[in-house]
């Protein structure tokens, strides 16, 4: 089955303690991106990729990471979280990285709390 | 980048048609219209997308406005399974026209359908 998998689903962290979330995709997407998604303010931007080892800065891209070392996978990394990152976080992907025409695949999200 | 504006929210009841309109009057010539809904728990799924003409898919139509400035997506027979938050984004490329990688997702629209 095609999808876009993400994990953790749930992730309870303290301040300060590195984590990475991880996102996969099996449909030899080019395009992957990842997104947070805050009450009333909608889906914002973090980071995409148009290809592989090729990132860039989306909406709010501060407090995070992202590398795409392989197709596949375009995990985020936040090295120092902090209480306001706290949030549900998606990754979505896409074929091809140039497609303004292509669908976004979305995952299922990750609900990342930071206390 | 180009944004779209839609509504906060809107009602139906079952069984009868949906019109979700968008704005979008800072839309460039090589942009294209998406929608996605985001159920309850879920990420977003790809609705339905569009350039110029009006289309028409297994979920829905998407008529698209001759100046290109507005569109609308049609539900033709509302479900409960349909109650879910609607968002029109535009696909679009960056200023230098180098990178498509960047999308802005507005608040979308909260669509509740009565029994």
């Known amino acids: 089955e095609a999808q876009v998998t993400q994990n953790p689903r749930y992730l309870i962290t303290v301040t300060g303690k590195k984590l990475t979330v991880t996102c996969s995709q099996n449909?030899?997407?080019?395009?992957m991106s990842w997104y947070r998604q805050d009450p009333g303010l909608g889906l914002r931007q973090i980071y995409y990729?148009?290809?592989?080892?090729?990132?860039d800065k989306g909406d709010v891209p501060e407090g995070y990471k992202v590398s795409r070392k392989e197709k596949r996978n375009f995990p985020l990394i936040l090295e120092s979280p902090s209480p306001n990152q706290t949030s549900l976080y998606f990754c979505?992907?896409?074929?091809?990285?140039?497609?303004?025409?292509?669908?976004?695949?979305f995952g299922n999200g990750t609900r990342l709390t930071v206390t | 980048d180009a944004k779209t504006t839609q509504p906060n929210s809107m009602e139906s009841n079952e069984e009868e048609p949906v019109h979700l309109p968008c704005n979008h009057s800072?839309?460039?010539?090589?942009?294209?219209i998406h929608w996605y809904r985001q159920l309850p728990s879920q990420g977003p799924e790809y609705v339905i997308h569009?350039?110029?003409s009006n289309v028409n898919n297994r979920m829905a139509s998407l008529a698209i406005a001759e100046d290109r400035k507005s569109s609308t997506l049609i539900l033709h027979r509302a479900t409960l399974r349909d109650a879910a938050v609607y968002y029109c984004?535009?696909?679009?490329?960056?200023?230098?026209?180098?990178?498509?990688?960047?999308?802005?997702f507005g608040q979308g629209t909260i669509l509740t359908v009565h029994p």
């Open positions: 979505a992907s896409s074929l091809p990285s140039t497609g303004l025409n292509s669908p976004l695949h």
């Open positions: 449909m030899n997407h080019e395009y």
């Open positions: 990729s148009m290809n592989v080892e090729v990132t």
């Open positions: 800072t839309i460039s010539g090589t942009d294209y």
């Open positions: 569009g350039l110029t």
């Open positions: 984004i535009l696909r679009e490329p960056n200023a230098g026209g180098t990178s498509y990688g960047k999308l802005t």
